[in-house]
């Protein structure tokens, strides 16, 4: 009898050639673009299981239900709190606070885009910011694509500061048992700096010449903010909810929940109190309202991906490539950090983030024993979420949040091509990941 969870290969094929055919012919089609990722990903979990390199209950073991729940519950509060029109307020309370000075506003949508995709997360930060950034920007008669470029790094930098910020880190901290206080204590504080030195070159760059006559300011400063919140009892409860989503991540190891656990239970408790009122069709409608803006194209994608690299996992593949990783470095431990760190950032320019995130950390974990357990390679785990997410900002390509950013642009008639943004975004993630090289070395090693 074949034990649960063993691979068996029609026609005496090896399961680590097989799954790591499916993984790469998965990874081509994700690149391709030309179907969507997440149907790629449902075939290929579909494949390991029918060839046999993985039984299906074993398939059901490799799929993360933290990190499903923690993105779920996270689309749910989002997907409430935005009808509010708090965002909104935010942005254009933020320019009145700065008298409508171009320059001021470029650093005061920066700061907001950075700490809401802390709290929130990048993707739906921007999409509740760009479309405020261009209307202001309409009425200073001032380039939007300065703003906009800003926004994506800010989102990008303000993301990987926290466990909920970017997809990433939520693989990271649910698959690898990092809590939200570890990423605040070990990434927030070089993406602070990160986050200063980007707001700097921006200004030297763009900020410091723009300019816009007094008329056009004035319209900026007669905009109405608080007009922006189209249902007050909603603001009082997200921001109530939301308030406890945080305080309960930062207290999750004592209150022994895990994210997903804490994500899920605000996403329901803020669906009970935007439902309370409301009754028979009405109460049905507005929960599958809720529902639909759920990114269920990303959820499957998850699901798919988890399995495929499961299988690789069950292999043998990826202790091999561990080892091979250990030997490279030397077994330095630092010379492996810096490895992750730049490898993430170059591949994760060029390539999505999550399924090369979802690949390293099973590698990563088969380097435990080389490096001294899992304790000792704690650092790898932050030089993989800083390469990730901040090598995103490279080019338009690199992550879902500039994505969304240039299909805003587009829609409005505003041009944010490819190589434009490449001119100015090589530079910048390259000076990121030097500031972040340096301060795991100084921290760490």
Not at 291 to 311: D, M, N, P, S
Not at 336 to 364: E, H, R
């Amino acid at each position: 009898m074949i034990a649960a969870g063993t691979p068996h290969i029609p026609f005496a094929l090896d399961p680590m050639w097989v799954s790591m055919t499916v993984l790469a012919v998965t990874y081509a089609f994700i690149i391709a673009g030309r179907l969507n990722r997440a149907v790629v990903a449902l075939i290929g979990a579909a494949v390991v299981v029918i060839v046999g390199a993985l039984d299906q209950d074993e398939a059901v073991k490799g799929i993360d239900w933290d990190t499903i729940g923690l993105v779920i519950g996270m689309m749910i509060l989002v997907a409430i709190s935005r009808r509010s029109g708090l965002f909104q307020y935010l942005a254009i309370w933020s320019a009145q606070r700065v008298k409508a000075s171009p320059a001021g506003i470029l650093l005061t949508l920066q700061i907001a885009t950075a700490l809401l995709s802390g709290v929130l997360n990048n993707v739906s930060t921007v999409l509740l910011i760009v479309p405020v950034t261009l209307a202001i920007t309409e009425e200073l008669e001032v380039s939007a694509f300065p703003f906009l470029f800003a926004e994506v790094f800010a989102s990008n930098v303000g993301g990987t500061a926290t466990l909920i910020g970017d997809p990433p880190n939520i693989l990271i901290g649910t698959m690898a048992g990092l809590d939200f206080n570890s990423f605040l204590a070990n990434v927030a504080p070089v993406c602070v700096l990160v986050m200063a030195v980007q707001a700097l070159l921006v200004h030297l760059i763009w900020g410091r010449a723009l300019r816009a006559s007094p008329e056009r300011r004035t319209l900026v400063m007669g905009m109405n903010a608080p007009g922006m919140i189209s249902d007050w009892v909603l603001l009082r409860r997200s921001v109530l909810v939301l308030g406890a989503v945080l305080a309960a991540f930062v207290a999750a190891a004592r209150l022994h929940l895990h994210p997903a656990t804490i994500a899920i239970t605000g996403a329901a408790a803020l669906m009970l109190l935007d439902n309370w009122q409301q009754r028979g069709a009405k109460q049905a409608d507005n929960v599958h309202r809720t529902f639909a803006e759920i990114e269920w194209t990303t959820i499957f994608f998850f699901i798919g991906l988890f399995v495929v690299v499961h299988a690789v996992e069950v292999s043998g593949l990826l202790i091999l490539v561990a080892d091979k990783l250990v030997g490279l470095t030397g077994g330095n431990i630092a010379a492996a950090g810096a490895l992750i760190l730049w490898m993430s950032a170059v591949l994760s320019a060029f390539l999505d983030n999550i399924p090369f995130v979802a690949t390293m950390i099973p590698v990563i974990k088969g380097m435990a024993p080389a490096f001294g357990g899992p304790s000792a390679i704690a650092p790898l785990w932050w030089c993989l979420s800083l390469g990730a997410c901040l090598g995103g900002n490279g080019t338009l390509t690199g992550a879902a949040a500039n994505l969304a950013v240039a299909g805003i642009a587009e829609r409005n008639g505003m041009r944010f091509g490819f190589i434009q943004y490449l001119a100015y975004g090589v530079p910048m993630t390259l000076v990121s990941i030097a500031i972040c090289q340096v301060y795991v070395w100084l921290r760490y090693f």
